[in-house]
């Protein structure tokens, strides 16, 4: 009998990763801002590496500014939006959805803001959400913290960036697994 495959775990065939709100003038009342904007790089380098698409969306930017430049400079797919959900930006969610995937990696800012209420609305369209703990943050932390509870509470799955990148990539046989690999270990040093 062949090997089962949890349907629970990322698929990087089924995923998107949806860069939320990272932008300039929301950053620098994020305490761990700059931290955030690392860890979706990482996420971008494996997504990159595994063909997982991602786009971004960006919070009425004539009052909070672009998307921070160095995301920006990655990120093709910026959708801008007044509604505090990133849900209402169908651009790259329905391309990712004519496409088969179901999975949708959620990151940015703020965790007990437009991060819930788009994790909440995507899980109201029936897809499995998964939502990076270490590449979301709010200005305050217990806010934060009870938001990543309420969201598991409706069924987004919380998980370390680690987890997303190994559950991507999924066997070490793979080629791109060295550099998946480096991408974790240049972090825990």
Known sequence: MPHARSPQ???CDRSGLLVVDLQERLLPVIPSGSAVVKQVHRLLDAAELLGVPF???AQYP???G???PSLAARIEKIESKTSFSAAVCRGALDAWEAAGRDQVVVVG??????IMQTVLDLLAEGLQVFVAAEAVAARDGRAHEMSLDRMRDHG???LPVESVLFEWCSDAA???FKAISKL???HQR
Not at 109 to 114: A, D, K, S, V
């Open 9 to 11: 775990r990322l698929d």
């Open 55 to 57: 786009a971004a969306t």
């Open 62 to 64: 004539q009052g909070l």
């Open 66 to 68: 672009d998307l921070e």
């Open 109 to 114: 800012i703020e965790t007990p803001i437009c």
């Open 156 to 158: 987004a799955v919380v």
């Open 174 to 176: 793979r080629p791109e």
């Open 184 to 186: 974790v270990k240049t």
